[in-house]
């Protein structure tokens, strides 16, 4: 099934486009971190905000410890985002997105996620964006913070069925919201960038 990923930038870009990418599965998501390796592609390895890892558990994601975290993300930095490598007991695999203890069967194994922007759920809680959905939003935000686009023209598309954008909510760059373009729309929801540990306090994995 293909899967076309579109944009609504109308502004014009001083510097080389990043390229389109939307890691749907494996193969693609190998593709991305080729480029990625390649230094093509950075907004995921290099970012001012916070990013935090996170395992997928019964259709929801949830934050790893702090050191956790903290331990893989010292991995992908070190592996570029490629490639696999140890964290405690546990193999992480970037090409794969998964985490499984050692010696472990494949399908004991978790989805993982780098969490960088995050919206908040209607139950409350907050779930990161996908990680081609926040290298856009990423990508976005850099070049406005390096003057090459305008805060006004930061609108950025993260779901195309029903259409959703993510705005700045004012002139601030640390205020953001999702959007729905539609009549009866539902309120905004709210939308962060970066990991805020506090956010998670009322909500428990099991």
Same mark, same amino acid.
């Given at each position: 099934h293909t899967h076309t990923h579109t944009h609504t930038h109308?502004? #014009?870009? #001083?510097? &080389? /486009?990043?390229p389109e990418i939307t890691p749907r599965n494996v193969s693609e998501i190998k593709n991305m971190l080729l480029l990625q +390796? *390649?230094?093509? $592609?950075?907004?995921y390895? #290099?970012? *001012?905000?916070?990013?935090?890892? !996170?395992? +997928? /558990? %019964?259709g929801k994601y949830y934050p790893y410890d702090d050191n956790v975290s903290y331990e893989i993300e010292k991995l992908f930095q070190?592996? %570029? =985002?490629? =490639?696999? =490598?140890?964290?405690? /007991? $546990?193999?992480?695999d970037f090409d794969q997105l998964r985490s499984m203890k050692e010696g472990a069967s494949k399908a004991s194994g978790k989805s993982i996620l780098r969490g960088v922007w995050f919206f908040r759920e209607e139950d409350g809680s907050w779930q990161p964006f996908q990680m081609d959905t926040a290298g856009d939003l990423e990508a976005a935000i850099q070049k406005v913070e390096k003057? @090459?686009?305008?805060?006004? @023209? !930061? *609108?950025? &598309?993260? #779901?195309?069925d029903p259409p959703r954008f993510v705005v700045p909510v004012g002139q601030s760059l640390e205020k953001f919201h999702q959007i729905r373009e539609t009549k009866n729309a539902k309120?905004? +929801?709210?939308?962060? +960038?970066?990991?805020?540990?506090?956010? $998670? *306090?009322?909500?428990?994995? !099991?």
């Open positions: 109308t502004h #014009t870009h #001083t510097q &080389m /486009e990043s +390796r *390649k230094n093509t $592609y950075t907004p390895l #290099t970012t *001012k905000a916070k990013p935090h890892w !996170f395992y +997928r /558990e %019964k070190s592996l %570029k =985002g490629t =490639g696999a =490598g140890k964290v405690g /007991e $546990y193999k992480v003057g @090459d686009t305008k805060l006004a @023209d !930061f *609108k950025i &598309m993260v #779901t195309q309120a905004p +929801r709210a939308v962060l +960038r970066g990991y805020n540990g506090m956010i $998670y *306090k009322n909500v428990t994995p !099991f």
